[in-house]
Protein backbone atom coordinates (compact mmCIF):
# COMPACT_ATOMS: atom_id res chain seq x y z
CA UNK A 1 0.00 0.00 0.00
CA UNK A 2 1.42 3.74 -1.15
CA UNK A 3 2.36 5.90 2.00
CA UNK A 4 0.41 8.64 2.13
CA UNK A 5 1.80 12.51 1.60
CA UNK A 6 2.01 14.73 4.50
CA UNK A 7 0.45 17.49 4.86
CA UNK A 8 3.17 19.51 6.34
CA UNK A 9 6.88 19.13 6.24
CA UNK A 10 9.15 19.36 8.96
CA UNK A 11 11.19 22.89 9.65
CA UNK A 12 13.68 23.04 12.45
CA UNK A 13 16.00 26.20 12.89
CA UNK A 14 17.31 27.86 16.19
CA UNK A 15 16.66 31.13 16.89
CA UNK A 16 17.70 33.48 19.81
CA UNK A 17 15.75 33.45 22.72
CA UNK A 18 14.41 36.76 22.27
CA UNK A 19 13.21 35.95 18.89
CA UNK A 20 11.34 33.15 20.06
CA UNK A 21 10.24 35.47 22.79
CA UNK A 22 8.43 37.41 20.23
CA UNK A 23 7.55 34.70 18.09
CA UNK A 24 5.64 33.83 21.27
CA UNK A 25 3.95 37.45 21.89
CA UNK A 26 2.55 37.35 18.56
CA UNK A 27 1.33 34.00 18.22
CA UNK A 28 -0.73 34.17 21.47
CA UNK A 29 -1.83 37.89 20.29
CA UNK A 30 -3.28 36.33 17.37
CA UNK A 31 -4.35 33.75 19.16
CA UNK A 32 -2.23 31.15 16.75
CA UNK A 33 0.06 27.85 17.41
CA UNK A 34 3.87 28.87 17.06
CA UNK A 35 4.04 27.23 13.72
CA UNK A 36 1.24 28.94 12.22
CA UNK A 37 2.42 32.02 13.17
CA UNK A 38 6.10 31.62 12.14
CA UNK A 39 4.58 30.43 8.68
CA UNK A 40 2.07 33.41 8.29
CA UNK A 41 5.49 35.99 9.33
CA UNK A 42 7.63 33.94 6.62
CA UNK A 43 4.79 34.01 3.74
CA UNK A 44 4.12 37.53 4.57
CA UNK A 45 7.21 38.19 4.39
CA UNK A 46 8.53 36.55 1.30
CA UNK A 47 4.95 38.08 -0.04
CA UNK A 48 6.13 41.49 0.30
CA UNK A 49 9.92 40.92 -1.00
CA UNK A 50 8.33 39.41 -4.14
CA UNK A 51 9.20 35.61 -3.50
CA UNK A 52 5.88 34.57 -3.64
CA UNK A 53 3.26 34.96 -5.44
CA UNK A 54 -0.72 34.64 -4.66
CA UNK A 55 -2.54 35.55 -1.27
CA UNK A 56 -1.68 33.77 2.30
CA UNK A 57 -5.02 31.88 1.77
CA UNK A 58 -4.24 30.46 -1.47
CA UNK A 59 -0.60 29.31 0.09
CA UNK A 60 -2.16 28.45 3.54
CA UNK A 61 -5.54 26.65 2.60
CA UNK A 62 -6.00 24.70 5.99
CA UNK A 63 -8.01 26.89 8.88
CA UNK A 64 -6.39 28.98 11.34
CA UNK A 65 -5.69 27.26 14.84
CA UNK A 66 -8.09 27.71 17.51
CA UNK A 67 -6.03 26.12 20.19
CA UNK A 68 -3.68 28.76 21.26
CA UNK A 69 0.04 26.60 22.49
CA UNK A 70 2.42 29.56 22.45
CA UNK A 71 3.31 29.52 25.39
CA UNK A 72 4.21 25.47 25.75
CA UNK A 73 7.36 24.68 26.41
Known sequence: MPRA???TALLSLRV?????EVLV?????????????????????CKQRGFVAGSR???????KSTKPVAGRK
Open 57 to 63: RELMPQA
Open 16 to 20: RPEVR
Open 25 to 45: QAAVAENRSMANMAEVLLLDG
Open 5 to 7: KTK
